[in-house]
């Protein structure tokens, strides 16, 4: 897994920050304080609270994993937790459009998310393209790894002695077999 890994350059901590402020400012302040809304003055429809709780909850796994480095693990969790979110503030946004500044910025978290994840499966598929290469144009000699060079060419064939059938006879007679 570590194999799989890179170093951080600046597009990517830019990206992860700016994911960070959208987090905070979508999925912790204005989320929570939709949360506590629901659960204390609108009992009704806390079914929203839940769902945005859980959503918040996948999205801070998703950061988490994010500047961890490990994309192809929070990718699904940031997808997930973005589908529930939006579904939920959806449904807020339909009835008041205030709403629309206060949760939108969550769909900066999914497009860090996804170019996150892309760069990192181009960066694997090139790995695994340029080991794979590398395997493929080998010298024959390091495949078969007993020092000996393999050609296949026609005329440089190596010539098989013929034995006579009746020096080989001569020879194991002498021999006892």
Known sequence: ???LRYDDWAFTIVLKIVATV???WSGFFWSGVTIINFYQFNTAESYRATG???ASI???ISLVLMFLRMYI?????CVVGSVIYLIQAGQLIDKIESYTTRYIFEIVILIASIIL???????VISSTMAENEKINTAP???IIGDGITVNYHEDEKPKKEKKSRKKSQKAEAETGE
Do not use: D, G
């Open 73 to 77: 693990i929070q990718f699904p969790f």
């Open 1 to 3: 897994m570590n194999k």
């Open 22 to 24: 959208a987090f905070l």
């Open 140 to 142: 024959a000699e390091s």
């Open 117 to 123: 994840f892309m760069l990192h499966m181009a960066r």
């Open 52 to 54: 945005f709780l859980v």
């Open 58 to 60: 996948l999205l801070l």
